[in-house]
């Protein structure tokens, strides 16, 4: 039966086939918009399954290389490299330490991909005995000397060869703290990823668990964002560039896409958004009851964030995205 009217505009038409949906697709995403984030601890052979998080793993040195090498060989370009120290203390010595498990798996990367991009978490959570992001004093995070300690531990990741820093602590003053000691050390070319807009997110709970960095009592809401607000991710993201900041962050993504929106249309800088643990790992426990298609769902969701503005994806999914995408 036809309409008793006629059609001027039919958009059905330009959905019909494959092709012609990829050839008006409005957003792209590929494998060099990934970067994927990788757990590092001490030892040798090590592959241990972080339970919370299917598919990821703490990976001693050489294992690290050898995943890295995997996501490379499928167009990812680049690695984010959260470490697990042998010990932990008040001072958080290990993150400023040459011989850190960091500065140990940045040196193997370099010298085994030179061409691959090696960024580090510059974050002293899981080095501390307490669990929180900085020195405490009392029981509050001393801000001057916290961001000060992070600018020694960005200085001793850009020693081992890290091409870019990213500092998630959310002190104040940060990133200005660690560009002052990267060109200190005459790490001028060393970049910045400012975890500018880091809320105060339920949805990090498997990471805390990946990343043994939960903290030993209170929370982290006196220095990570208020999930209520946008706004203040203008100003928490002008500072951070006014001080230094190379690229831009949001994290977490999902729940965020109206930020990573916003930051789009008030910042040119190159803009990264983090699909953090939770949003992962909400997906594995679906796709595991069969209640969703992982790889259909974590696409979309992917090339949502990609579709807010974001030009680099931090994702678990990444070595599974880019074979995905190339299929």
């Known amino acids: ?4 009217f006629d059609l001027e505009c039919r958009p059905r038409r330009l959905r019909r086939t494959a092709g012609l949906r990829r050839m008006v697709s409005e957003t792209s995403l590929c494998a060099a918009n990934l ?13 241990e399954p972080v339970s919370s ?21 499928r167009g990812v370009p680049s690695v984010l490299l959260f470490g697990l120290p042998k010990s932990k203390d008040a001072k958080a010595s290990e993150a400023t330490s040459k011989n850190g498990i960091v500065q140990q798996a940045v040196r193997a990367l370099k010298k085994n991909l030179p061409e691959l991009v090696v960024a580090t978490d510059v974050c002293v959570c899981a080095y501390t005995d307490h669990g929180h992001c900085g ?19 960005a200085a001793s990741h850009a020693e081992a060869g890290a091409d870019i820093v990213a500092p998630s602590a959310m002190m104040d ?5 660690i560009r002052d000691a990267l060109d200190g050390k005459g790490f001028k070319n060393t970049v910045i990823m400012g975890y500018s807009a880091k809320y105060a997110s339920a949805f990090y709970g498997p990471f805390r668990e990946a990343a043994h960095s939960a903290p030993g009592k209170g929370d982290r809401k006196a ?17 951070d560039i006014q001080e230094g900041a190379d690229i831009i962050m949001v994290k977490p993504a999902l729940a965020y896409l109206d930020v990573i929106s916003m930051m789009r249309r008030n910042f040119e800088q190159p803009l990264a958004a983090y699909n953090v643990s939770g949003e992962y790992s909400m997906v594995k426990a679906a796709a595991r009851n069969g209640w969703a298609d992982e790889r259909a769902v974590a696409l979309e969701m992917l090339t949502a964030m990609r579709r807010a ?11 599974d995205a880019a074979k995905w995408l190339v299929e």
């Open 1 to 4: 039966m036809s309409l008793p």
């Open 173 to 177: 003053g940060q990133v200005a703290a």
């Open 135 to 153: 020195i405490l004093k009392g029981d509050d995070v001393d801000n001057d000397p916290s961001a000060a300690l992070l600018g020694r531990m």
């Open 53 to 73: 998080m299917p598919g990821v793993f703490h990976l001693s040195v050489e294992n690290i290389v050898q995943e890295a090498e995997k996501a490379y060989a």
């Open 309 to 319: 503005g974001a030009d680099i994806i931090i994702t678990y999914w990444a070595t």
């Open 223 to 239: 220095y990570q964002m208020n999930p209520a607000n946008a706004r203040e991710a203008l100003i928490e993201t002008s500072l």
């Open 35 to 47: 970067m994927y984030p990788l757990f590092v601890c001490h030892g040798k052979n090590v592959r």
